[in-house]
């Protein structure tokens, strides 16, 4: 993933001029650009200014950055295309669909009756095709959610 200076020399939103050109929106930790491959029309990234490859290298001062882009590009969005509804999202690791290894929140405007798949059902963005999941038991649930709660480890101040 980026996080060099050699490493953000290969990266695409680091190098790329047209990128620089498609940018709707900046502060000074964080840009957004609107996607060369949208969902929709005004599918739009936001990306920190310094090239890392997942969300846990970011400073809590880039986390803030790209969330407070996050609101401007939202209300543009409303404005220019009408949008009722959002997908906010971000792939982290190949495995898990990152194209690019440059950390980027997706915001994807919605409206009544737009391209794509409209309606969000898990199973079609993460569950192999065809592979039915049945519904949990709740017993399942707390033993899961008790073992998960043993691993918490929570940031000391």
């Keep these: 993933p980026c996080g060099s200076d050699v490493e953000s020399m290969s990266c695409p939103f680091c190098t790329l001029p047209d990128i620089q050109e498609r940018v709707i929106a900046r502060n000074d930790l964080a840009f957004a650009f609107l996607t060369n491959i949208p969902i929709v029309e005004g599918h739009t990234l936001i990306v920190p200014v310094r090239c890392v490859g997942a969300f846990d290298e970011l400073t809590p001062q880039e986390v ?6 996050r609101v401007v590009v939202r209300n543009a969005l409303v404005k220019t295309f009408d949008a009722q509804g959002f997908h906010y999202l971000w792939n982290e690791g190949e495995v898990a669909g990152q194209h690019v290894a440059h950390v980027h929140m997706q915001v994807v405007p919605r409206k009544q009756g737009d391209a794509g798949i409209y309606t969000y059902e898990p199973k ?4 192999l095709p065809g592979r039915e ?12 959610a008790s073992l998960i709660q043993k691993n918490i480890l929570w940031p000391t101040k």
């Design 133 to 144: 999941r049945p519904i949990s038991a709740p017993e399942e649930l707390h033993t899961t």
């Design 64 to 69: 803030q950055a790209i969330f407070d882009l």
């Design 124 to 127: 079609q963005y993460l569950y």
